[in-house]
Each structure stands twice: as C-alpha cells, then as structure tokens.
C-alpha cells in the first residue's frame, strides 16, 4: 500500500512519490525566537519527527530542516528591552527549544538553519524575483507585487478583494498597494542590518524561509510543514515569491497541523501559566505529553488541559504494563527459544503491525495507529492471564518487543521503561522464574525467589494480571 498525504493546497489527499530518487525534502517552519518555546511550537515539531520517523520506517532516507527565525521585529525589540544583543536573544531561546525538544525525543534535523546565516541566498532569491518582475525596490525596501501573481490567495481561500478590504500600509512602509509584502526591509537606526544592492537592510520574514528550504532542498521539494496559523500570510506568501522566482512548484505537500487549545482559566497565552513548554514539563512528564500530541490526528485541534494529561499518563501506562507484564511472564525464558509457525498470538501481532502501517500510510494517523498498539497489549495481557504453555512465551516475548518497536516507530521514547532503569535483567530473570514455579505450584521455591528479589531491593506484587515489580522505598 502506498502513503497517502493530505496537501493543504490542493485539500486532498495525494499519493506520494518523492521529488528525488536519494531522499525525502522536508522543511518546517521553526521558532521565531524573541521568547521561550511554548506548547504550539513543539507539536510542530513533534507533528514533523512523526512524519519523519515513519517515513524513515518505510525505507525513506530524509533530508530533514528545521529553521530559526533569529532576526525580526519581536527580537529586536525584545532585546532592546533587556539592553541586550538581539544575538543573546536568539540564541539562549534556540538553546531552549533544543533542550526541549531532546526531553520530547524529538529527533535532530539534518540541519537547522538560521536567517541571519543566510543574507547572501536571501539577496540573491530577492534578486531573482524582482528580475522576473515580481518585485519593485522603494526607498530601500523591496516588496513582492501581490496583483502581479495571479493565483495569490489560492492556497489560503482567500480572494484578493476581500484582502484588499482589511489592507492597509503602515507608517514608514513604501508600498504601491497594501497587499504586497516585505522581501528586504531597508535599516531602521539601532537595528542589525547587511549590505544589500538596495541599501543596508535586512530580510522580511517570509523570504528567509524560501532562500533556506531551495539551499538545502532544491527549488522542488516533498513536504512543507508548521502549524496552520501559518496557512496565511507566511505560507501563501512563501509560496507565491518561490514560484515566481522558479516557475516551478515549490513543496508538494503543504501538511499544516492543527492548533493547541488551551481549556482552563490558568491556561491561558495571556497570563502564560501553563503554556510555555517549560511550565508544562515542569508538572508533566515530558513522555506524557508527547504521548497525548501523538493521540490526536496532526491536522487536528488538540484540547489541552491538566485533566487531559492524567489520562494521557494512564494510557501509556497500560502500554508499559503489558511490556513489563510480559517481560516478567518470559523472564526465565532462553533468548533464542523460536515462535513456533502459526501461533495465534503471533497471527495477532503481525495483524496488529498491518492495521498499523496502513492507519499511518493514511495521512500519519498516529491517533488509529495507537489504538492498534492498544489492541496489542491487550491480546498480550489476555495470553498472560490465560497461561504461557510451551512455545507460546517466545511469542509472548515478540509480540511485546513489536509493541515497543511500533511505538517509537511513532516517537514514543518508553522512557524509564529499559531494563538497566528500572527493572534489571537479573530481576526479570527471577520473577520470570518466580512464576514458573507459582504456575507448578512449587510454592517453597516461589517464596524463596521473591526473597532474592527483596534483597535485590525490588518487591512483587501479585494481581490477578500478573506481578508487579516495584522498587523498594525508604
């Protein structure tokens, strides 16, 4: 079966076929960093690591970027604030997404770009559009025609005379129509600023974000992604000023996700409790919540609050319990012990995978993909709790290590969930053991495992699903 993408363009979906033979072109639109990341930046990112990761899982290799927008308006103004370099600001904000997005186990991009390491491509591309007629130099700015491009609002629904209603220039700004935007923006006293053939001036925003995607991925490429507040005027502008320096079409698939809703009065972007990934991490485990992005379909809204979170948390911890549960249940198993052909749990767990794959070659449904991962650990506590009879505890073993796979094959880190963190080998070994004699009903030698294991300083509890394995306390 073949991945299908839904493109925000053409809204529909497309099948994919890569641009390039060698690799998968992938760009997403990263941080303006004039503050800290905040919750709606890092499902950016985490919606583009799953895209990236399963792409990867079938085969793809992928040429993955992710820029900074670190000189801009906010950030200048921000670091006058502090009486600081605009550069401080940047950079201690870009060192925070990156601490971040290691706690998400967010992958890193093959390369991360930044606008101010880029002015001479910058130039060059707004060199090239105006060259082309699409752009005109006005007392040292340079704006792109918006009337000159014909389609101009196409990928965003928007119609040119309703643009035109609500347009305006603003003070100091040298447009012929309000609708045309920024391509190079002539130097203001106290603002950073390079030498260009319009006068000493610096990027507009949208054209740092064409000149970084073409250097790195060509003029063509596969998927081009940020969050769909985004959509307009960034995307539609980036678009139109690509084409018109190319001629060609820019990305193939423009794959926005949906917005972060804040529920709850301390919530709220305007008093920023709970919105700053930093306030979230520091009350959620970032597994949790990583786990509860992953649980909706990117393109989707996701309703954020405290109470989503605590389920987030209990559903993941079903996930582990049925890898710890049967990582007891096999402990004392031979690591090369064969599944036997035509065993029901294994049939279970290649069905599993299968519905897997196809939720995800559906537009990256993570939210149906976990849900067969949920099936899963159920069919494997239900073998569990059923017995483990000769042959079937390799598949037991299997069915469990294709659980973890698929799950990080989305992103899921299983933090703390490796066996030299919180459960050791040798503990595995005896409680597995413990069982096998609980199951003989050698009940002397099911006590005297469960006193190795306490010296060991771990305790057993037994529940009808199975043992429970926890660290000592105090």
Same mark, same amino acid.
């Given at each position: *079966?073949?991945?299908? +993408?839904?493109?925000?363009?053409? %809204? !529909?979906?497309? $099948? /994919?076929?890569?641009?390039?033979?060698? #690799? =998968?072109?992938?760009?997403?639109?990263?941080?303006?960093?004039?503050?800290?990341?905040?919750?709606?930046? *890092?499902?950016?990112? +985490?919606?583009?690591?799953?895209? %990236? !990761?399963?792409? $990867? /899982?079938?085969?793809?290799?992928?040429? #993955? =970027?992710?820029?900074?927008?670190?000189?801009?308006?906010?950030?200048?103004?921000?670091?006058?604030?502090?009486?600081?370099?605009?550069?401080?600001?940047?950079?201690?904000?870009?060192?925070?997404? /990156?601490?971040?997005?290691?706690?998400?186990?967010?992958?890193?991009?093959?390369?991360?770009?930044?606008?101010?390491?880029?002015?001479?491509?910058?130039?060059?591309?707004?060199?090239?559009?105006?060259?082309?007629?699409?752009?005109?130099?006005?007392?040292?700015?340079?704006?792109?025609?918006?009337?000159?491009?014909?389609?101009?609002?196409?990928?965003?629904?928007?119609?040119?005379?309703?643009?035109?209603?609500?347009?305006?220039?603003?003070?100091?700004?040298?447009?012929?129509?309000?609708?045309?935007?920024?391509?190079?923006?002539?130097?203001?006293?106290?603002?950073?600023?390079?030498?260009?053939?319009?006068?000493?001036?610096?990027?507009?925003?949208?054209?740092?974000?064409?000149?970084?995607?073409?250097?790195?991925?060509?003029?063509?490429?596969?998927?081009?992604?940020?969050?769909?507040?985004?959509?307009?005027?960034?995307?539609?502008?980036?678009?139109?000023?690509?084409?018109?320096?190319?001629?060609?079409?820019?990305?193939?698939?423009?794959?926005?996700?949906?917005?972060?809703?804040?529920?709850?009065?301390?919530?709220?972007?305007?008093?920023?409790?709970?919105?700053?990934?930093?306030?979230?991490?520091?009350?959620?485990?970032?597994?949790?919540?990583?786990?509860?992005?992953?649980?909706?379909?990117?393109?989707?809204?996701?309703?954020?609050?405290?109470?989503?979170?605590?389920?987030?948390?209990?559903?993941?911890?079903?996930?582990?319990?049925?890898?710890?549960?049967?990582?007891?249940?096999?402990?004392?198993?031979?690591?090369?012990?064969?599944?036997?052909?035509?065993?029901?749990?294994?049939?279970?767990?290649?069905?599993?995978?299968?519905?897997?794959?196809?939720?995800?070659?559906?537009?990256?449904?993570?939210?149906?993909?976990?849900?067969?991962?949920?099936?899963?650990?159920?069919?494997?506590?239900?073998?569990?709790?059923?017995?483990?009879?000769?042959?079937?505890?390799?598949?037991?073993?299997?069915?469990?290590?294709?659980?973890?796979?698929?799950?990080?094959?989305?992103?899921?880190?299983?933090?703390?969930?490796?066996?030299?963190?919180?459960?050791?080998?040798?503990?595995?070994?005896?409680?597995?053991?413990?069982?096998?004699?609980?199951?003989?009903?050698?009940?002397?030698?099911?006590?005297?495992?469960?006193?190795?294991?306490?010296?060991?300083?771990?305790?057993?509890?037994?529940?009808?699903?199975?043992?429970?394995?926890?660290?000592?306390?105090?």
């Amino acid at each position: *079966m073949s991945i299908r +993408i839904y493109d925000n363009m053409s %809204r !529909r979906k497309k $099948e /994919f076929v890569p641009v390039n033979s060698d #690799y =998968v072109g992938m760009y997403i639109c990263g941080m303006t960093v004039q503050d800290k990341p905040h919750i709606g930046h *890092m499902y950016a990112s +985490i919606a583009g690591d799953t895209m %990236r !990761r399963y792409l $990867e /899982f079938r085969g793809y290799g992928v040429r #993955y =970027v992710y820029n900074f927008t670190d000189v801009d308006d906010k950030i200048i103004q921000r670091a006058n604030d502090e009486g600081i370099s605009w550069k401080d600001v940047a950079q201690r904000n870009i060192d925070a997404y /990156f601490k971040y997005a290691q706690l998400l186990g967010i992958k890193a991009a093959s390369v991360y770009p930044r606008a101010s390491e880029h002015i001479q491509e910058i130039i060059e591309l707004v060199g090239r559009i105006m060259s082309k007629g699409y752009a005109y130099e006005s007392g040292g700015d340079v704006y792109f025609a918006v009337e000159k491009w014909p389609s101009y609002g196409s990928f965003s629904g928007r119609k040119l005379d309703e643009l035109r209603a609500g347009a305006r220039v603003e003070p100091g700004e040298k447009k012929k129509n309000p609708l045309d935007f920024a391509l190079w923006k002539a130097a203001k006293e106290g603002e950073p600023y390079w030498e260009s053939p319009w006068g000493n001036g610096r990027p507009g925003w949208h054209i740092e974000c064409s000149a970084m995607s073409m250097k790195y991925l060509g003029e063509s490429f596969d998927i081009h992604g940020g969050g769909q507040d985004l959509i307009f005027p960034h995307h539609e502008n980036e678009m139109a000023q690509s084409e018109a320096a190319t001629g060609k079409r820019f990305a193939n698939f423009w794959v926005e996700n949906g917005l972060v809703n804040l529920t709850g009065e301390k919530m709220s972007k305007s008093t920023k409790h709970f919105f700053s990934v930093e306030d979230i991490c520091a009350e959620v485990d970032p597994e949790t919540l990583k786990f509860y992005l992953l649980s909706s379909h990117y393109r989707s809204p996701v309703e954020f609050s405290r109470e989503r979170m605590d389920k987030a948390e209990a559903a993941l911890g079903r996930l582990k319990n049925a890898m710890r549960n049967a990582a007891v249940a096999t402990g004392n198993l031979d690591p090369g012990e064969p599944v036997p052909p035509g065993e029901e749990l294994s049939l279970a767990t290649a069905e599993a995978e299968k519905r897997f794959v196809e939720a995800m070659d559906d537009d990256f449904n993570s939210a149906k993909a976990l849900g067969h991962l949920f099936d899963l650990a159920r069919t494997i506590n239900k073998q569990i709790e059923a017995g483990i009879p000769a042959g079937t505890g390799a598949a037991v073993r299997a069915a469990a290590a294709k659980l973890r796979e698929l799950g990080a094959v989305l992103g899921i880190f299983w933090k703390d969930e490796h066996g030299d963190e919180e459960l050791p080998d040798e503990v595995t070994a005896l409680v597995g053991q413990r069982e096998s004699a609980r199951r003989n009903k050698e009940w002397d030698r099911a006590d005297e495992l469960r006193l190795k294991i306490e010296k060991m300083g771990f305790l057993v509890e037994d529940r009808p699903k199975g043992p429970v394995v926890r660290k000592k306390t105090g």
